[in-house]
């Protein structure tokens, strides 16, 4: 037993000391300026790694993890290659079992994003252009920490487009002064986030029970609890894991903020038809962004050219 305690105590205390990857290793990027647009992203993966070997962080030299992560870059790229030039960096990020109270989470977390911290500084290196920031569930997550911990600096908060922080919560305690969230479908220097599920659910791993997230509506851009119809649904799309477009159902579901969880509800779709998987039915984590895909398309073609308007920059004009 005292054995098996120090061996953990070591493992918790070498994640949480551990140099970051070195990222000016080519290897150490799924797209290191993939495209030619006058505006970057700066894409951080979810996790793909369930932690079946009981690994609490992802091996970035794993050749099949190394497949899952891109297959789930790919997924969200269609919302922004058509505007952005990408930049994605593999990192050790933590396994599911962090989200599920393992007892090494935070040192998971804390290992996973010194990664994308060092990743995020060498991309300053690279180029000095304006970007959007983005990541999907854990990737929201470490964006967040990203922003509390580099963004006071304003030459950086500048550059910042916008920060899309889907799949994960924000509250009004992770705020620092530098950060403010979107108010309406065209501010910038801002940070959009929702997390959809089912009107009857009070309770997820993203946004626990008692816990009051700040969000946007992505259907009209509206942050109270005014409900969207699906008619302003532009399209739901679901793609494989090349990022190609499998099914598109325009129209499929209207969506309202919750007043009291701040979860984005989403009332016209069936559990039954969109299950949780690793997640319970009502939950519609995994399809946060595939229901409001062209949506958030379009939002971010018009977030970045009001950035360039500000500038006096056409997006089609710049270089």
């Not at 958030?296 to 997006?315: F, T």
Request: with cysteine.
């Amino acid at each position: 037993m005292k054995k098996l305690a120090f061996i953990l105590l070591f493992v918790l205390v070498s994640a949480a000391f551990a140099e970051p990857l070195s990222y000016d290793d080519p290897t150490l990027w799924a797209w290191q300026g993939e495209g030619d647009h006058p505006i970057d992203l700066f894409l951080i993966c979810p996790t793909v790694d369930i932690g079946e070997d009981g690994n609490a962080n992802m091996d970035v030299t794993d050749e099949k993890l190394r497949e899952h992560f891109m297959s789930a870059l790919m997924q969200e790229k269609g919302l922004y290659d058509q505007t952005c030039t990408l930049y994605a960096p593999y990192y050790r990020q933590a396994t599911f079992p962090a989200y599920e109270g393992a007892d090494n989470a935070e040192a998971a977390f804390d290992f996973a994003y010194a990664d994308i911290r060092a990743a995020f500084e060498h991309y300053l290196t690279l180029s000095d252009r304006p970007f959007i920031l983005a990541g999907f569930s854990q990737g929201g997550q470490m964006s967040l920490r990203l922003l509390q911990d580099l963004f006071e600096d304003p030459a950086l908060n500048d550059r910042l487009v916008a920060a899309y922080l889907i799949g994960w919560r924000v509250t009004e305690e992770d705020l620092r002064p530098w950060m403010r969230m979107a108010q309406a479908e065209d501010d910038t220097g801002c940070i959009i986030c929702f997390e959809a599920e089912s009107p009857e659910t009070e309770d997820s791993i993203i946004v626990p029970k008692g816990v009051h997230s700040l969000a946007i509506n992505p259907l009209n851009w509206q942050t109270d609890g005014t409900v969207a119809d699906r008619r302003l649904n532009r399209g739901a799309c679901f793609t494989d894991h090349h990022g190609d477009i499998t099914k598109e159902i325009p129209e499929l579901t209207g969506a309202y903020i919750d007043a009291t969880r701040g979860t984005l509800k989403v009332p016209d779709v069936s559990p039954k038809d969109y299950p949780g998987e690793i997640f319970p039915d009502g939950c519609y984590h995994l399809y946060d962004f595939f229901f409001f895909f062209r949506n958030l398309q379009n939002n971010v073609s018009a977030r970045a050219e009001a950035y360039l308007g500000s500038l006096d920059i056409a997006l089609d004009d710049a270089a």
